[in-house]
Structure formats: structure tokens, C-alpha cells
């Protein structure tokens, strides 16, 4: 992701952020969520309190496929079917497990934030010179509550990636205040991002 994949006109409500927030999510379950198509539809369809018509919307299937697979008439989805059911049940399994998580890395625990990025903050010639890192920093429970408040609340990629970089300037370019308290760091060209709650 470059500062030009963030800075396009419309919002993105995907993206190496929010993909690495919904991976942290799912580590943290303790149960391995329904593997089969019909496990699954049963599943969405007690979170949905039995209303096909929900399940259908979000899996954008019609009606009756939902009953073909709650019944067990219908077993091997389509790949596109296949994917809807894995992320939708990923997505709902184990709520209060992840909400713990979210609450404990909010209040006191903060998060862990793995990335490989350019990051710039001097000029060039010195130490500082921007150039592509590999860091893990732990990060302040308070910066943790802005991005995950920002995720619950919808937020784009951009609005996260602000939201993060000046998570990770805090937790490992400006540690200890001094001269660098006033630090800006540049955070862009993201290669890959992890998160651990």
C-alpha cells in the first residue's frame, strides 16, 4: 500500500489494516469455528435467529440455497459461496472471546504491531534517512482504544493508517521525548502488517 493507494477518492473498507486487525481476531478464539458448508449455514443462521432471508442478504445467495445447505440437500459450494461462508462465520464466531480481547487490549494490554514499511524521518545521510523496516513495536493501550474505536466505528483505511503510523512514531521513533517528542515520521509503501492483541 503506497500513500497513492491511500490518497485515492473513495473510501476503502479493505485493505492491509483492516485485514491484519481481522486476522488478530481470529487468533484469539479459542475453538476452531464451523469447517462445513452446513456447520457453517446452521451457524449464521442461529447468529441471524433462524431468519433465512439475513443469511441469504449477507451471503448473497437467494433463500432457498440457504435451506438447501441448512438441510443438507446441497453440500460443496461454489468458491465464491465457499468464501462468503468462511468469512462470515470467521467474522461472528466467538464474539464475546474477541470483545474480551478488544476490551483488554483497549484498557491495559495496548497491541503489537509487526510491519515492513518505508518509514522517513531524517535526512538523508544520517541514521534517521528513511529507508524500508522491518519493526514490532508494543503500542500504548491508548493508541490501541483509537484504532480499534476507529475499526468498530467504520473507519476507511486511510483514516487507520493515519491512526496507526502515529501509533508506531510514538512506540518506537519518539520513546523517551527528548529532542524527538516533535518527531514526524513518514509511513507509507506498507509491505506487510501484523497485529497481536
Known amino acids: 500500500m503506497t500513500d ?7 473510501p476503502k473498507r479493505s485493505g492491509r489494516i483492516l485485514e491484519g486487525l481481522a486476522r488478530a481476531e481470529r487468533a484469539v478464539v479459542t475453538r476452531p469455528a464451523p469447517k462445513s458448508a452446513r456447520a457453517q449455514m446452521k451457524f449464521l443462521l442461529t447468529r441471524a435467529k433462524g431468519s433465512t432471508r439475513a443469511v441469504a442478504e449477507r451471503l448473497g445467495v437467494s433463500r432457498r440455497t440457504v435451506e438447501r445447505y441448512r438441510s443438507g440437500a446441497s453440500t460443496k459450494p461454489q468458491k465464491r459461496l465457499e468464501a462468503a461462508l468462511v468469512e462470515e462465520t470467521e467474522s461472528q464466531w ?4 474477541r470483545a474480551q480481547a478488544r ?7 495496548g497491541l503489537v504491531i509487526s510491519c515492513r514499511a518505508y518509514f522517513g524521518l531524517g ?6 534517512a528513511g529507508r ?6 508494543a503500542v500504548a493501550p491508548f493508541h490501541a482504544a483509537a484504532i480499534l ?11 487507520l493508517h493515519s491512526l496507526v503510523a502515529e501509533a508506531i512514531a510514538d512506540a518506537y ?6 529532542g524527538r517528542a516533535s518527531l514526524e515520521v513518514k509511513f507509507t509503501d506498507v509491505e506487510w502488517l501484523d497485529f497481536a492483541f
Not at 94 to 97: A, I, M, R
Not at 103 to 109: E, N, V, Y
Not at 149 to 159: I, V
Not at 173 to 178: K, P
Request: proline fraction near 4%; charge should be negative.
Open 173 to 178: 521513533f519518539r520513546q523517551g521525548g527528548g
Open 103 to 109: 476490551q483488554r487490549a483497549a484498557s491495559s494490554a
Open 149 to 159: 474505536a476507529a475499526q468498530e466505528a467504520g473507519a476507511t483505511e486511510h483514516e
Open 132 to 137: 524500508v523496516r522491518d519493526l514490532s513495536v
Open 123 to 128: 535526512p538523508d545521510g544520517t541514521s534517521d
Open 4 to 10: 497513492h493507494d491511500i490518497q485515492q477518492g473513495e
Open 94 to 97: 466467538q464474539p464475546q472471546v
